[in-house]
């Protein structure tokens, strides 16, 4: 885990946040159902990601999630083993960017 990460509790829930530095990476926090993992994505991060192997569902998401002055934001539901492998790369493109 990077630096500050960690679990954290907020009402009597816990949730996981990925930081790298002072800069969160990743956020999941638990509801009803399945932990959406959440993300805000820089330009550069948006640009860099049809390059990767990244599912065409998921690199839709990232187009039509609205721009605000920290980048996109999007959130996925992690149901699956294969959600957790997008999960993660999608970490590593912003940890690149």
Known sequence: MASGSG???????LGLRLMQEKRTVLCMTPCEGYPPASFILGEK?????PWSDLRANVLEIMDSAKKNARGRGIRLEVR????????????VIKIKN
């Not at 679990?7 to 829930?13: A, E, K, P, S």
């Not at 699956?80 to 970490?91: C, F, M, Q, R």
């Open 80 to 91: 699956e083993t294969g959600d957790v492998n997008t999960i993660e790369k999608l970490a």
């Open 45 to 49: 991060a948006v640009k860099d990601a």
């Open 7 to 13: 679990i954290h509790r907020q009402n009597n829930w």
